[in-house]
């Protein structure tokens, strides 16, 4: 093997291992105090039973599809895609959530590497609810799953 092509395979191999971790921190977390994470079976079944979903995605994303019978309430989000995200730059209308705090809802929006609805999650968990469920994997897997969308 040439120097030149060895330096360029061990320049690639270096770049994977410091890409590596950018790419998965973008990603949110699996878990979160005070957040119940849901798969979309899960979730379906509390919908059914009445409890109300919230798509928090932008809201021409809601209009082009969402899951059947979810209410949208966007959230505006300028902060930081991290745990330690500050809330005060964000925008999200925490009384358009039922007033009972004790009550269930459930939050989603594009999957894994979307922060709306983790940060949605928070906000409400902050706000002193009480029941709060996380479809973390959102509509991408809700769909594979062939559940209904509008």
Request: charged share 15%; glycine share 6%.
């Given at each position: 093997m040439s120097q030149k092509r060895w330096f360029y395979?061990?320049?690639?191999?270096?770049?994977?291992?410091?890409?590596?971790?950018?790419?998965?921190?973008?990603?949110?977390?699996?878990?979160?105090?005070?957040?119940?994470?849901?798969?979309?079976?899960?979730?379906?079944?509390?919908?059914d039973s009445g409890v109300p979903m919230f798509d928090v995605r932008v809201a021409n994303e809601y209009v082009e599809a969402h899951i059947k019978g979810a209410k949208s309430i966007p959230y505006k989000e300028k902060s930081a895609k991290t745990r330690e995200f500050d809330s005060a730059l964000d925008n999200f209308d925490l009384t358009r959530l039922p007033a009972d705090k004790v009550a269930p809802v459930i939050f989603y929006c594009n999957g894994t590497e979307c922060w709306k609805s983790y940060k949605a999650s928070v906000v409400s968990v902050r706000a002193g609810y009480k029941k709060v469920y996380w479809l973390r994997t959102g509509i991408p897997d809700w769909k594979s799953k062939g559940f209904p969308v509008e």
């Open positions: 395979g061990a320049l690639i191999i270096m770049c994977s291992f410091v890409l590596m971790p950018i790419a998965f921190a973008a990603d949110t977390p699996t878990s979160e105090k005070g957040i119940v994470v849901v798969d979309p079976a899960k979730a379906k079944s509390l919908l």
